[in-house]
């Protein structure tokens, strides 16, 4: 749990200001804590949190780490053997793209 003294009352009226780990946790904790507060304490509810912040987890690391990380291969060099392959591939995102225009009923 984020303990924050200094620069509280700032994040409490603008939590996008968030400049450091523990205050971003703060933030996150705090937005979380309301949640629960307007819902019914219970384990469902609990569980609701945990499931989101599992899902904005792999939702940052597919939009971010994963893009990051191809630069860096190509900067740097795999750390992986090139015998071991490419175990997933390339995403085919025009693929995707008229995948989710198909559900959006375009």
């Known amino acids: 749990m984020p303990y924050i003294k200094a620069g509280r009352e700032r994040l409490k009226r ?3 200001s968030a400049c450091n780990p523990g205050e971003l946790n703060f933030v996150i904790s705090t937005l979380l804590g309301r ?28 939009r971010i780490a994963v893009p ?8 740097n060099g795999d750390v992986y053997l090139p015998e071991l392959g490419n175990f997933w591939p390339e995403p085919d995102v025009e693929q995707a793209a008229r995948e989710v225009d198909r559900m959006r009923g375009k």
Not at 49 to 54: N, S
């Open 35 to 62: 949640y629960i507060a307007d819902m019914t304490l219970s384990y469902a509810t609990i569980n609701e949190c945990i499931g989101v912040l599992e899902c904005a987890k792999l939702e940052l690391y597919r």
């Open 14 to 16: 603008d939590p996008w």
């Open 68 to 75: 990051y990380e191809g630069v860096k291969i190509a900067e």
